[in-house]
Each structure stands twice: as C-alpha cells, then as structure tokens.
C-alpha cells in the first residue's frame, strides 16, 4: 500500500520536507514512487503539484496525518492550553473577627496630666 508521506531533508534545526508518494513500510529516507512538492515550515511555504496528488489519491494512495494537516488545516483545530489550577488541600483557617473595643475615656486627672506634659514639651 503507497502513503504520501512527509520525507524530513536539511540540518536538524533548519528541517524541510519533501511531499513523496512511498510504500507504507519503507524508511524515511528510503525508496520513493514520486515527489508531490515540499514543505518548509520556517517560512511556512507549501509547493504541492494538485494533478499529481489527485492522480495518486485516485490509485489509492493514501494521506499521512502530517499531510493531511498541511492540506486540510480546519478538520485539525488546535488545542487550547490547559491551565492548571492548583487545589487547596488544607482547609482554610477561619480569622476570628476582631472586634472594635471602645477606647476608655481618660479620666479627668489623666488628661490634666497629658496636657501639662504637653505644655512643657512645647515650652523647650
């Protein structure tokens, strides 16, 4: 049975691929039946000659996953990121509430006593 096939050429980071037409056993970079095209994925440039592909569609050659992508990008919609959320396993401590005590009035002889140091403090 003939795929098209994704066949990696180039340096490890500066990958592009051929479009071949191979047998579904065979090596990356073994034999092939006939080159489709190439795709580069840095400048995202597809050349595919459409004849030919529909001429091995017809003979019943059949798409890879990575071909399929490339030609039909809306049956693959991308997946959305999941964000973690991290869970709170220990149980939240409830803050007891702090209640508001009214200040005491100063009795009449301290608040005699505070001015008086006032007034000296100023005095110096």
Same mark, same amino acid.
């Given at each position: 049975?003939?795929?098209?096939?994704?066949?990696? !050429?180039?340096?490890?980071?500066?990958?592009?691929?051929?479009?071949?037409?191979?047998?579904?056993?065979? =090596?990356?970079?073994?034999?092939?039946? *006939?080159?489709?095209?190439?795709? !580069?994925?840095? !400048?995202? !440039?597809?050349?595919?000659?459409?004849?030919?592909?529909?001429?091995?569609?017809?003979?019943? *050659?059949?798409?890879?996953?990575?071909?399929? =992508?490339?030609?039909?990008?809306?049956?693959?919609?991308?997946?959305?990121? =999941?964000?973690?959320?991290? *869970?709170?396993?220990?149980? =939240?401590?409830?803050?007891?509430?702090?209640?508001?005590?009214?200040? *005491?009035?100063?009795?009449?002889?301290?608040?005699?006593?505070?001015?008086?140091?006032?007034?000296?403090?100023?005095?110096?």
């Amino acid at each position: 049975m003939l795929k098209i096939k994704l066949k990696p !050429t180039g340096k490890i980071h500066q990958r592009s691929f051929r479009i071949v037409v191979a047998p579904v056993r065979s =090596k990356y970079n073994g034999k092939i039946t *006939a080159d489709l095209g190439f795709y !580069t994925p840095q !400048t995202n !440039t597809l050349n595919l000659d459409k004849k030919e592909l529909e001429k091995w569609l017809k003979n019943g *050659a059949q798409l890879t996953e990575g071909v399929d =992508k490339l030609l039909h990008p809306d049956k693959y919609p991308r997946k959305k990121k =999941k964000i973690k959320k991290v *869970a709170d396993t220990a149980p =939240k401590k409830e803050s007891p509430k702090e209640e508001s005590v009214p200040e *005491a009035q100063p009795t009449e002889e301290q608040a005699q006593t505070e001015t008086v140091v006032n007034n000296e403090d100023s005095q110096k």
